[in-house]
């Protein structure tokens, strides 16, 4: 049996090369890009090195791949895993026991704010919350973070709040 090498040429090198040497493409008459994937590459990288060049572009392109990249992290993952990312059991506890009025929903304990959301220190505690805006929400949150990551004790809640409170003023 004779098998039939299929010849393309490159318009870019100009060199006739086997099919299998140039990349898929279906929107090609005949399923190929018309670049070799060696001239493809070399084109691919002549961009790269220009984006790099412009640090507008380079910040922007950076952001591109981190974009990419947490993309790709978490396309393994199960869908149960990123229903977990989302909320935690004691959210969904909390949010069921403020519907049925077992639990009364409070405006910011930092700053009066009414729309406010509740902070679990212990997640064991589902309705053991502190009532804070995003804002101060967060910034608990960061307090926390960056306390773990300095391998510091956190300030407790309360302490948290007046300081909080006492910056504010």
């Known amino acids: 049996m004779v098998h039939f090498l299929r010849m393309k040429t490159c318009f870019r090198c100009n060199k006739e090369k086997p099919l299998d040497e140039f990349y898929k493409h279906s929107m090609m ?61 004691a959210s969904d506890i909390l949010a069921k026991a403020v519907r049925s009025k077992q639990v009364e929903k409070k405006p910011c304990e930092v700053c009066g704010k009414i729309k406010a959301q509740g902070h679990h ?36 809640i309360e302490e948290f709040i007046s300081t909080i409170q006492n910056n504010n003023l």
């Open 29 to 89: 008459a005949d399923g190929h890009l018309n670049k070799c994937k060696e001239c493809t590459k070399g084109d691919s990288k002549k961009t790269y090195e220009k984006i790099q060049s412009i640090p507008e572009l380079a910040i922007r392109e950076r952001k591109r791949q981190r974009v990419k990249e947490s993309k790709r992290r978490l396309e393994g993952k199960t869908k149960k895993y990123k229903k977990e990312l989302r909320r935690s059991p």
């Open 121 to 156: 220190e212990d997640y064991s505690k589902p309705l053991d919350v502190v009532w804070l805006c995003v804002r101060h929400h967060n910034d608990r949150h960061i307090h926390l973070r960056d306390c773990k990551t300095l391998g510091k004790e956190p300030l407790p």
